[in-house]
């Protein structure tokens, strides 16, 4: 009896007509036909990001997913991988010539603090210390500081200091002039509220510190303040 699986002219005619079933895939090449399938359809996964992955997880099958998983974590590695490399940690001196690169065109999901200042201010001198405490402290958000007028030519020396805040190139807040920093007065941790407020840093602070000032102040003034029975006994005692 001739063997229906045989690679026979007369098989295929067979095939064709029906009469014979299709040929068998042998268990190792259906084997392999399945994983090569699999991969092809994989690839399409390969070149997704990590917001693209999330936005066809709906489509994925049961048998993908456990490959779709794979590439997720390998972008979440890329992801943390670029985070480690923009790590700066400290205020860097730029001029107006340096401007676009290092603002403008910071990068992607990077934020910049740059602080417009000028020698012999001493409220700029100030600031100047407390941004390379906050540098360090959060070295994902870049931190830089020009001399004024290199970097805006016949800035009024009024508004200084002055410290800008950018996200990916586009300004998120600025704040201008002695009187917004509160004078000599500035605490590092009041000015790194403020930056938190703009969004350039990640705090743990839980409350405006300035507010805490405010409020021993205001408690300090009602305590000291006489009350209206201590006015009433003082008149009487006139």
Not at 32 to 61: C, G, I, P, R, W
Not at 138 to 164: A, E, G, H, M, W
């Amino acid at each position: 009896m001739q063997d229906p699986n045989a690679d026979t002219e007369w098989n295929d005619i067979l095939r064709k007509k029906g009469i014979l079933p299709p040929k068998e895939t042998p268990k190792e090449e259906e084997e392999e036909e399945q994983q090569a399938l699999h991969q092809s359809v994989v690839k399409t996964y390969e070149d997704m990001t990590l917001d693209e992955l999330e936005e066809n997880e709906d489509d994925f099958s049961e048998e993908d997913e456990a490959a779709i998983e794979m590439y997720r974590q390998k972008r979440l590695a890329e992801w943390k991988a670029s985070q480690i490399k923009n790590v700066f940690g400290e205020v860097t001196e730029i001029s107006g010539q340096d401007y676009v690169n290092e603002v403008n065109k910071a990068g992607q999901g990077i934020w910049v603090v740059l602080h417009l200042y000028k020698q012999g201010i001493p409220l700029c001198t100030l600031i100047n210390q407390h941004l390379s405490e906050l540098a360090r402290k959060f070295p994902q958000t870049k931190f830089l500081k020009s001399i004024s007028t290199t970097c805006i030519p016949n800035y009024p020396d009024r508004n200084l200091p002055t410290v800008f805040v950018y996200f990916q190139g586009e300004m998120k807040a600025q704040f201008v002039g002695p009187l917004v920093f509160g004078g000599m007065n500035l605490k590092v941790d009041e000015l790194e509220w403020r930056l938190s407020e703009s969004g350039a840093v990640k705090t743990d602070l839980e409350e405006n510190p300035r507010k805490q000032i405010e409020d021993k102040l205001l408690s300090s003034i009602r305590c000291s303040a006489p009350t209206k029975k201590d006015s009433d006994d003082s008149e009487d005692d006139d």
